[in-house]
């Protein structure tokens, strides 16, 4: 029996015979491809599927479906299943000695608190989570893009490391590295009556006129910046994340507005990011292909496994090519930002070259 099909055949076991009381189902549309999800109990649906409500459905825009089992390693070792337990818990050991990375079609990713396996032949997949009494929200929401970075790549789509908002017609990418300022722009956006994809993570479709697809709705935001500037959000300064030094507080964007989440719309500009405290006006310059596709690499690159690089590289480059870019300095004036943002949706009805 080949390792896909073992691992396949203990994990139902598991969710069949000794969780069935909790086992909890649910069915999502992601990137036009039917998702069904099995959680190994109840506490992890309740406390991981919130952040995905928004892509639930009933009808799916695809006859293409995968399974995905989502399994928490301690609540195994709670209930004395140790031997299932350390069975799976080989999924925690060092990537470079796991002898089944290299199986036919499946891949393999492991960190300290969770793992993946998933297979793209079998359309079947498993997501061990470990230490997810812990976790918050977004915690569970954020280690899924690791698994579509891989899965979606076989789908014709790319994951993209930006925020993604929206007037409800097109949908401008704002990229840039980790502390660039993406969730603070985003969530001024959407305060300011835009929508959001995401503000962190999103899809794009691999075709001539690509187009942007939500992953989860969580955002996570410094505590300060709610209680002092986004007065609309600032009931959600205590939900803190679980690693405290990071000072976060959690956003959960339909439980805020529920028509504030959108999902499959064009894309209209890629814009990178940055904050230049000193200025008194915001920057906007158009960017060369070259260059955008440097940074929206670098961006994106450093957050998806190794093994799929070549192939990001590769389909970034062609979403560059079919997108207007943009570079944006943004300065300590919110309202001035905005206020430039607002332009990239306007001059998309016009021209885009007289935001220049």
């Known amino acids: 029996m080949s390792y896909d099909a073992q691992l396949r055949e203990k994990a139902n076991q598991l969710l069949e015979n000794r969780f069935s009381p909790l086992k909890c189902n649910k069915q999502i549309t992601l990137c036009r491809q039917t998702i069904d999800i099995s959680f190994s109990d109840a506490i ?67 960190f300290d608190d969770f793992a993946y396996y998933f297979n793209h032949e079998t359309h079947w997949g498993i997501w061990f989570i470990n230490q997810s009494k812990d976790f918050s929200q977004w915690h569970f929401a954020n280690p899924f893009r690791y698994f579509f970075y891989n899965w979606l790549l076989y ?95 959690i956003i959960n964007i339909p439980k805020h507005n529920e028509d504030a989440m959108q999902n499959n719309l064009p894309l209209s500009a890629v814009v990178t990011i940055h904050i230049h405290a000193s200025l008194e006006d915001p920057v906007m310059k158009k960017m060369d292909k070259l260059t955008a596709l440097k940074k929206l690499s670098l961006s994106t690159i450093e957050q998806c496994p190794l093994i799929s690089r070549r192939k990001v590289f590769a389909n970034i480059k062609d979403i560059i090519e079919s997108t207007p870019c943009y570079d944006l300095t943004l300065c300590a ?17 016009i021209n885009h070259h007289s935001l220049l």
């Not at 004036?333 to 009805?349: C, E, G, M, V």
């Open 44 to 110: 992890l649906a309740n406390k991981y599927y919130p952040a995905l409500q928004h892509l639930e459905t009933n009808n799916a825009e695809s006859a293409d479906s995968f399974s995905l089992l989502v399994i928490d390693i301690g609540l195994l070792i709670e209930k004395k299943h140790r031997s299932l337990a350390a069975f799976l818990a080989h999924f925690f050991q060092n990537e470079s000695n796991n002898p089944y990375q290299i199986s036919p079609g499946s891949h393999y990713l492991a």
């Open 155 to 249: 789908k014709n789509y790319q994951l993209i490391h930006a925020a993604a908002i929206t007037d409800g017609k097109t949908v401008v990418l704002l990229s840039g590295p980790s502390g660039a300022g993406k969730s603070t722009t985003a969530i001024m956006c959407l305060q300011a009556g835009y929508q959001l994809l995401g503000d962190d993570h999103c899809a794009v479709s691999l075709e001539i006129s690509p187009r942007v697809f939500s992953l989860y709705n969580t955002v996570k935001l410094d505590k300060n910046l709610l209680v002092k500037e986004l007065h609309a959000f600032k009931a959600y300064a205590n939900e803190s994340i679980h690693t405290e030094q990071m000072h976060k507080a």
């Open 333 to 349: 004036n919110h309202q001035k930002n905005l206020t430039k943002i607002s332009d990239l949706f306007y001059a998309r009805r």
